[in-house]
Nanobody, 117 residues
Framework: QVQLVESGGGLVQPGGSLRLSCAASGIVFRRYGMDWYRQAPGKRREMVASITNGGTINYADSVKGRFTISRDNTKNTVYLQMNSLKLEDTAVYYC???????????WGQGTQVIVSS
């Protein structure tokens, strides 16, 4: 059974930081591209950051310079370090994994991030 389990969400003040983690099981993690998506209330789900199985990284323009995605294949975990958080970063953050180029894909259950003063 494949599981992607996110953790690390919470309530933080503007300018603060959070580190999200996504632990994967049931897949050969190193073969998968991993992404973080987010969905704010009333908005479409959007890609925040991605890291391929080869380590190529991309970010949404809205988070460049503030968020950092990384992965540890020895721990089957992908991370999202979020710094300088803004009110508009408030959303449910989802972990997504897909075997390239268009293979099986999986989603986590999401973790809530609330940025509020």
């Amino acid at each position: 059974q494949v599981q992607l389990v996110e953790s690390g969400g919470g309530l933080v003040q503007p300018g603060g930081s959070l580190r999200l983690s996504c632990a994967a099981s049931g897949i050969v993690f190193r073969r998968y591209g991993m992404d973080w998506y987010r969905q704010a209330p009333g908005k479409r789900r959007e890609m925040v950051a991605s890291i391929t199985n080869g380590g190529t990284i991309n970010y949404a323009d809205s988070v460049k310079g503030r968020f950092t995605i990384s992965r540890d294949n020895t721990k089957n975990t992908v991370y999202l370090q979020m710094n300088s958080l803004k009110l508009e970063d408030t959303a449910v953050y989802y972990c997504h994994g897909q075997r390239p180029p268009f293979g099986d894909d999986y989603w986590g259950q999401g973790t809530q991030v609330i940025v509020s003063s």
